[in-house]
């Protein structure tokens, strides 16, 4: 029985000979998610900076225009960046901070869900209120659908639901990028591990 748990311990250590595809995977993840939202805040400057200093309607957010620029190139240029593995490490730092400014900014007080799971998922979602006026809005919404509406047609594609738009698209995206701060962009299929080959060692 030892023997054959320290076989299979033997053969889990032989798995680091490609620990560069979970780096490069979380790369791919992360690169489109942020390029594309980078050049929407890139090409509506106007908007994306109304919305981020408009104390009403908007996130309230002093020097809205520097404010939309720099998270706008953070995301667009650490998101090509991510994709190549180029600078990994460095870039995962103002995206980080982004991350972090969309989560207390724009999302808080929306709680954890991202969408109004009616059985949750972590225990510390703090706006279970949200959620239950979710639900019951949902149930109206689909109620309506359902009465007035070609119900089936408009569930083809997928169900009815209510965007929640907490914080945990924003707190899945921060961990990810904290791994790849901590961990780089991986051997064989970033330009940091060629550069590091190179000039480094």
Do not use: C
Request: charge should be neutral; hydrophobic fraction near 50%; charged fraction near 15%.
């Amino acid at each position: 029985m030892v023997e054959k748990l320290i076989q299979l311990q033997q053969l889990l250590a032989r798995s680091h000979k490609v620990d560069f595809i979970a780096p490069l995977l979380l790369r791919i993840f992360l690169a489109p998610i942020m390029i594309q939202a980078g050049y929407g805040k890139l090409t509506a400057l106007e908007d994306t900076a109304a919305w981020m200093g408009n104390p009403d309607w908007g996130l309230g957010l002093p020097m809205p225009m520097l404010m939309a620029i720099l998270a706008g190139l953070a995301e667009f240029v650490g998101g090509i960046a991510l994709l190549i593995g180029l600078a990994t490490r460095w870039v995962a730092i103002p995206l980080m901070f982004t991350m972090v400014v969309a989560a207390g900014t724009a999302h808080w007080q929306n709680g954890w869900h991202a969408l109004p799971e009616s059985t949750l998922t972590v225990p510390w979602e703090w706006r279970t209120d949200l959620i239950e006026q979710a639900s019951d809005r949902k149930e109206k919404a689909v109620s309506l659908l359902k009465e007035h509406g070609n119900y089936s047609y408009l569930t083809e594609a997928g169900s009815i639901t209510i965007l929640k738009n907490g914080i945990e698209f924003a707190a899945t995206y921060f961990i990810m990028l904290l791994v790849l701060f901590f961990r780089g962009g991986g051997r064989y299929v970033s330009v940091d591990y060629w550069i590091d080959k190179k000039y480094l060692k």
